[in-house]
């Protein structure tokens, strides 16, 4: 029973888990809360902290999972996407314990990851799956016709769906990160309330830029129209007002235009390939109004919906841990020289 230790550090959140014969026994998570305070993930700040985390991150996932240095069987680690020097930090750990060790190394792509964190549980897609793939970085609707063998079908052109509720939620004045807390809100308001256009793009593509603009300049006229003007009939206070008289309504209506976005995109896709078994992974599809979307559109089109555990959703280990053990098994490794990579998708 091949013992995997995954280290996943793409972004701001140190991970490490430990697999066993596609199991996973521990899924540890070091969150950095001070990004808050910025607005934003900030590289140089993120890439210090995975310094500082690691070590005890690792320590935490084997004690976790009863196990020591001596059982791992191999080394796994996020190769690419994400930010360079975050993923420099997982690499050489990742590297200088294969060496030390005399243990195979293993590297991930992150994206693909995602979508492999629906072979978690025990109970699973079968292939061929469909899988909608939202996270702040991407948005992607994937075919996954075998654990290492995935087609993007897919994509946004512009914005990610994640970026497009982060981005509306600093717009409204809520702190980052804003996508959970317009979840939060949505559920206390109507999704009818106000109505935003459904950006075009060709194919199964996304588009969120032009979603984006119209909510903003919904909003410096404080409700009364989406259309620029050089000069707003509205006063910062009327603007203010507005959105704190209505910020519920609003919440539920730009998360209703955004999973709809999504949905329409993707419920195509499944219908032209003929795919029964379908997906959601990625940060974005820790939210609520998403997982409950997508349930109903499974039970609409009398489809098998699949979605992680919250924990497998955001960036973390336990998915890096499940796509190594499908690498092992296909005796995928790779060598000492290899470098992290801040896009790509193998």
Same mark, same amino acid.
């Given at each position: 029973?091949?013992?995997?230790?995954?280290?996943?550090?793409?972004?701001?959140?140190?991970?490490?888990?430990?697999?066993?014969?596609?199991?996973?026994?521990?899924?540890?998570?070091?969150?950095?809360?001070?990004?808050?305070?910025?607005?934003?993930?900030?590289?140089? #700040?993120? %890439?210090?902290?995975?310094?500082?985390?690691?070590?005890?991150?690792?320590?935490?996932?084997?004690?976790?999972?009863?196990?020591?240095?001596?059982?791992?069987?191999?080394?796994?680690?996020? *190769? &690419?996407?994400?930010?360079?020097?975050?993923?420099?930090?997982?690499?050489?750990?990742?590297?200088?314990?294969?060496?030390?060790?005399? !243990?195979?190394?293993?590297?991930?792509?992150?994206? *693909?990851?995602?979508?492999?964190?629906?072979?978690?549980?025990?109970?699973?897609? %079968?292939?061929?799956?469909?899988?909608?793939?939202?996270?702040?970085?991407?948005?992607?609707?994937?075919?996954?016709?075998?654990? #290492?063998?995935?087609?993007?079908?897919?994509?946004?052109?512009?914005?990610?769906?994640?970026?497009?509720?982060?981005?509306?939620?600093?717009?409204?004045?809520?702190?980052?990160?804003?996508?959970?807390?317009?979840? !939060?809100?949505?559920?206390?308001?109507?999704?009818?309330?106000?109505?935003?256009?459904?950006?075009?793009?060709?194919?199964?593509?996304?588009?969120?830029?032009?979603?984006?603009?119209?909510?903003?300049?919904? #909003?410096?006229?404080?409700?009364?129209?989406?259309?620029?003007?050089?000069?707003?009939?509205?006063?910062?206070?009327?603007? !203010?007002?507005?959105?704190? &008289?209505? #910020?519920?309504?609003?919440?539920?209506?730009?998360?209703?235009?955004?999973?709809?976005?999504?949905?329409? !995109?993707?419920?195509?896709?499944?219908?032209?390939?003929?795919?029964?078994?379908?997906?959601?992974?990625?940060?974005?599809?820790?939210?609520?109004? =998403?997982?409950?979307?997508?349930?109903?559109?499974?039970?609409?089109?009398?489809?098998?919906?699949?979605?992680?555990?919250?924990?497998?959703?955001?960036?973390?280990?336990?998915?890096?841990?499940?796509?190594?053990?499908?690498? =092992?098994?296909?005796?995928?490794?790779? &060598?000492?020289?290899?470098?992290?990579?801040?896009?790509?998708?193998?």
């Amino acid at each position: 029973m091949p013992t995997i230790l995954a280290i996943e550090s793409s972004c701001d959140e140190t991970s490490a888990a430990i697999c066993v014969d596609g199991e996973i026994l521990s899924n540890n998570i070091a969150t950095q809360a001070m990004h808050a305070q910025y607005g934003g993930v900030i590289p140089e #700040l993120a %890439s210090r902290a995975h310094l500082q985390n690691i070590v005890p991150v690792v320590d935490v996932a084997l004690q976790k999972a009863g196990k020591g240095l001596q059982d791992l069987d191999a080394i796994a680690f996020t *190769q &690419s996407p994400g930010l360079i020097g975050s993923l420099l930090v997982g690499a050489e750990f990742a590297k200088s314990l294969s060496l030390a060790l005399h !243990k195979p190394l293993i590297a991930v792509n992150h994206m *693909q990851a995602h979508v492999l964190a629906n072979l978690i549980p025990e109970r699973k897609p %079968s292939f061929p799956f469909l899988c909608l793939t939202v996270s702040g970085g991407h948005t992607q609707i994937v075919l996954c016709k075998a654990p #290492l063998q995935m087609e993007i079908i897919g994509e946004t052109i512009d914005d990610a769906a994640g970026e497009a509720f982060d981005k509306c939620a600093k717009l409204l004045g809520l702190p980052y990160p804003g996508g959970p807390l317009i979840d !939060k809100y949505a559920k206390e308001g109507n999704p009818d309330r106000f109505q935003f256009p459904e950006p075009k793009a060709q194919g199964y593509n996304f588009s969120f830029s032009g979603l984006k603009t119209a909510i903003l300049y919904f #909003l410096m006229n404080a409700g009364k129209s989406q259309v620029y003007k050089e000069d707003f009939a509205t006063t910062d206070e009327e603007r !203010k007002q507005f959105i704190d &008289s209505n #910020l519920a309504d609003i919440c539920a209506s730009v998360q209703k235009r955004i999973i709809t976005i999504l949905l329409n !995109k993707f419920s195509k896709a499944a219908k032209d390939l003929d795919v029964k078994d379908i997906c959601i992974a990625g940060g974005v599809s820790a939210n609520s109004g =998403l997982r409950k979307a997508f349930t109903e559109l499974g039970e609409k089109n009398n489809w098998n919906t699949f979605i992680p555990e919250f924990q497998y959703c955001t960036d973390n280990a336990g998915m890096i841990a499940i796509t190594a053990y499908y690498k =092992l098994l296909d005796q995928k490794f790779a &060598s000492l020289d290899i470098q992290p990579a801040a896009r790509g998708f193998e």
